[in-house]
């Protein structure tokens, strides 16, 4: 039985132009990756190779050191340089540069497959932090930490396709085409954490996709349940999907693990399965490209290190001038002024927006205290209270509060009438705290 969160918005879906685009190959391969040593958000990993090198396909080019995961590299040829490149979080960052030989020469080192019944706790973590898995959607936190915390204090595994960002289907199409993938993976992970459930949660409106599974389900017994909800954002976000799936809320401050939860993005648990079923580290993943200045919106399958503009390439390129582009979604995507910057692992979108499609941005007038922004935010925050402490100064007042909790959603931003920054409003305020003082 599903259950609901408070709050929410409904933006307009937008994915009809990519919904029936199966995962393809890039019309043409990339002549060069730049791959980033930061590809989590612990921080950047070490490199193990150095410019000159011959290098394989899914060889090991960084390690982690005191933060970081393992990194591969995700096409056979030679390192050429390291040296800094964009970033698609903004900014730039070191990404070791190879030259792409065009053969994807196997690394010989890669690991064996292992069958399903012989999977293990132990095993299981040994080979997610080998392939280098981070959370593929949101926080790129390491995967095998996640589960390691999780095992044996968890009664649900959570597989998250609720895609609910505008515009993005790559989940969907990699949960409609992988489905048996994704179930078997599943259904390993949650025994070997000791859940006594696994739940893949969808939205209603992906009619194929659920129809896909229940058929797979019932031929085959899977022990995996299925979970479909009304399209609703932030459904996506780990605290919301938790109290839908289960009715459990997550304290403040807590964490899924509180809600006895732990919570898989799709992409994710179909690269957990590559690792333990192929022997695979992450070196492609599944993006889409999409938006109305596009000229033929897709669903990409491509590797790591591969520049954004390769990607719109493929797409046909820009039939008219985007006034956005960004990656992940219009709600809490991140604005690019150049495409430059690679797919990194956790990007599953380049979007590309005319003048017409982009809402306008906040204009700074006045609040009309209507109160939508306190009724749609699914954290219980008031944003228009914060902004009146943020302008008043006053840091006891704007303490109560509890910014911390802000998961930077958009969704005051995207309800309010008077078009106020309120999101960046919300991170102004956190930031203050965080810096302490007396005066904001």
């Known amino acids: 039985m599903a259950h609901t969160f408070f709050g929410g918005v409904f933006p307009a879906t ?12 890039l019309s043409q391969p990339p002549r060069e990756v730049a791959i980033p040593l930061l590809m989590c958000s612990d921080g950047p990993s070490v490199p193990v190779v ?44 070191p990404a070791i540069l190879i030259e792409n030989d065009g053969q994807n020469t196997p690394c010989p080192q890669r690991p064996q497959p292992v069958e399903a019944q012989n999977v293990e706790l132990p095993l299981l973590l040994e080979r997610v932090q080998a392939a280098g898995i981070v959370g593929m959607r949101g926080e790129a936190a390491p995967t095998w930490e996640k589960l390691a915390r999780a095992a044996g204090r968890v009664d649900t595994l959570i597989v998250n396709v609720a895609e609910c960002e ?7 199409r990699l949960l409609l085409e992988r489905s048996e993938k994704i179930l078997l993976g599943a259904s390993v992970v949650a025994r070997c954490l000791g859940a006594q459930r696994a739940v893949i949660v969808t939205e209603g409106d992906k009619l194929r ?32 999907i938790i109290q839908t799936v289960t009715g459990r809320e997550v304290p403040p401050g807590g964490s899924a693990l509180d809600a006895s939860c732990v919570v898989l993005n799709v992409a994710t648990l179909y690269a957990v399965q590559d690792a333990l079923f192929r022997g695979r580290p992450l070196t492609h993943r599944a993006v ?16 790591i290190g591969t520049p954004l503009r390769i990607l719109l390439e493929s797409a046909g390129g820009l039939r008219e001038e985007a006034d956005l582009m960004l990656t992940g979604g219009p709600m809490m995507g991140v604005a690019l002024e150049e495409l430059d910057a690679p797919v990194i692992k956790d990007t599953n979108s380049l979007i590309c927006l005319t003048a017409g499609e982009r809402k306008p941005g906040g204009s700074g007038t006045t ?12 954290m219980h925050l008031a944003p228009v209270f914060v902004r009146q402490a ?35 409003t919300m991170i102004w305020a956190r930031a203050a705290l965080e810096e302490g003082g007396d005066r904001l």
């Open 288 to 303: 889409t490209v999409t938006g109305g200045a596009v000229t033929r919106p897709r669903n990409l399958w491509v590797p």
């Open 209 to 240: 996709a659920v129809e896909s599974l229940e058929r797979r389900l019932l031929r085959r017994g899977h022990s995996v349940q299925l979970c479909t909800v009304r399209t609703r954002y932030p459904l996506g976000a780990e605290k919301q």
């Open 166 to 172: 505008p515009y993005v289907t790559a989940d969907y």
């Open 50 to 93: 150095r410019p000159g090198d011959p290098v394989s396909l899914g060889q090991v080019i960084a390690r982690r050191g005191d933060c970081g995961v393992a990194i591969h590299a995700s096409v056979s040829g030679r390192v050429t340089a390291i040296q800094d490149r964009p970033h698609p979080w903004g900014g730039s960052s």
């Open 390 to 424: 943020l302008e008043a100064g006053d840091r006891e007042r704007l303490a109560k509060y509890r910014v911390e909790d802000c998961i930077s959603c958009g969704c005051c931003s995207f309800i309010c009438p008077a078009q106020l920054p309120l999101v960046e």
């Open 367 to 378: 609040c009309i205290r209507c109160g939508k922004c306190v009724s749609c935010c699914p």
């Open 14 to 25: 937008r994915k009809e132009s990519t919904r029936r685009k199966p995962l393809a190959q």
